[in-house]
């Protein structure tokens, strides 16, 4: 008889509960993007939205121009709810249709809309069921709207409802974020704030570089690489770092591998280096 060697397999399962999980096909809400896209790549490349460094314009482009259709449903039990109804009708002769609306009543009217005339008058004689959708909206979506929510005033929306009109102001002047974002949050705001108000969100935008470890990673309480301003200016010895770690939210797992990363980068802590050289260190 033959060998036979024991193939390993991953069960993923959850981190709080231990639960298995399993994964479940489920229909998906999707926004088509080619057009917004098309809109924020051209306040780009136009400079009607400028991005500083000037080299951001490229990956900016990258995104923009390769971009898919954008899933946007997310099954979880926090967020923005996505404003979508299934309207049905008793008997089963009027199909069940899916639509987008503010509210139920405007669901219904905007469903009833859509039906023929024969159907329309047998929709008049039978019980109405609207149910919204409960996938909520992805974070970066909700995220996206920031510009529409804080700086939503006429005086700034009215002049410019005409996209070709030229010298549109803009909803702010000046947004500051990391690079790493760009496409996710920025580009986000751009593509549903034309869309949405017909005018940038921005004028400028300013991306700032990442502050990184030593092996050039990002910080992450995972990776416990992370490191607290105040700890460099006044100084801090491995176990204060340490105790820092131990009171974040992390799995025991993470808190473990955070733990010796911690002890592998700063053996002896931090010395007191003062405010002065975190700031230079900061510019350069």
């Not at 051209?42 to 923009?64: G, H, T």
């Not at 970066?140 to 929306?157: E, I, K, R």
Request: hydrophobic share 40%; proline share 5%; glycine share 6%.
């Amino acid at each position: 008889m033959g060998k036979r060697d024991a193939e390993q397999s991953v069960i993923s399962r959850c981190s709080r509960s231990g639960d298995v999980i399993e994964p479940m096909l489920m229909p998906q809400w999707y926004v088509r993007c080619s057009e917004l896209a098309q809109r924020a790549n051209n306040l780009v490349q136009e400079k009607a939205i400028e991005l500083i460094p000037d080299r951001q314009r490229a990956v900016w482009n990258s995104w923009m121009s390769g971009i898919d259709d954008w899933c946007v449903s997310r099954q979880l039990w926090w967020g923005h709810r996505i404003p979508v109804y299934r309207v049905s009708w008793d008997g089963g002769e009027i199909g069940d249709m899916w639509v987008a609306a503010e509210s139920e009543q405007q669901a219904q009217l905007k469903a009833v809309g859509k039906l023929g005339s024969e159907d329309k008058a047998l929709a008049a004689n039978l019980q109405c069921t609207i149910i919204q959708d409960e996938d909520v909206l992805d974070t970066w979506f909700s995220s996206g709207l920031l510009p529409l929510t804080a700086f939503n005033q006429p005086s700034v929306l009215a002049p410019a409802r005409d996209m070709n009109a030229t010298n549109q102001p803009s909803l702010s002047s000046v947004l500051e974020t990391g690079q790493d974002i760009l496409f996710f949050w920025v580009a986000r705001m751009a593509m549903l704030c034309t869309y949405f108000a017909k005018v940038p969100p921005f004028s400028t935008v300013l991306l700032h570089p990442m502050v990184r470890d030593a092996q050039g990673r990002k910080m992450s309480k995972s990776l416990g690489n992370i490191v607290d301003p105040m700890d460099i200016i006044n100084g801090a010895e491995l176990s204060q770092l340490q105790k820092t770690l131990q009171n974040g939210h992390m799995t025991e797992q993470e808190l473990d591998k955070g733990m010796r990363e911690l002890k592998k980068l700063y053996p002896n802590g931090f010395q007191s280096f003062g405010a002065d050289a975190l700031r230079f260190t900061l510019l350069v």
